[in-house]
């Protein structure tokens, strides 16, 4: 069992930045791929980033590039996600979650309860 905690949401203006954090208990946090995801209102839930075991390998949904980054510190078993240039359309329910598997991040077996961000204009 993995205990996933993110924070770090909030309400920023336009081209601010956030940074958040998730927190893992419960299990060797090394072992998970960790993705962030995000929903807004009435919209499915997206893959935002994912980052591999050891950080090596990462991946960025298109809309997000160049923006956010996605980091891992193992020793403290905490993914971030570093948010800059933020749009209106970032306002979301942001969830992380962890994976076994780098390449199927919709096959996440824990996920956190969410940290809500907005982007206000």
């Known amino acids: 069992q993995v205990q996933l905690l993110e924070s770090g949401g909030g309400l920023v203006q336009v081209g601010g930045s956030l940074r958040l954090s998730c927190v893992a208990s419960g299990s060797t946090f090394s072992n998970y791929a960790m993705a962030w995801f995000r929903q807004a209102p009435e919209k499915e839930r997206e893959c935002v980033a994912v980052?591999?075991?050891?950080?090596?390998?990462?991946y960025y949904r298109e809309s997000v590039k160049g923006r956010f980054t996605i980091s891992r510190d193992n020793a403290n078993n905490t993914v971030y996600l570093q948010m800059n240039s933020l749009k209106p359309e970032d306002t979301a329910v942001y969830y992380c979650?962890?994976?076994?598997?780098?390449?199927?991040?919709?096959?996440?077996?824990?996920w956190g309860q969410g940290t809500q961000v907005t982007v206000s204009s």
């Open positions: 979650a962890a994976t076994r598997f780098y390449y199927q991040p919709w096959e996440s077996e824990y």
């Open positions: 980052i591999n075991r050891r950080a090596a390998s990462t």
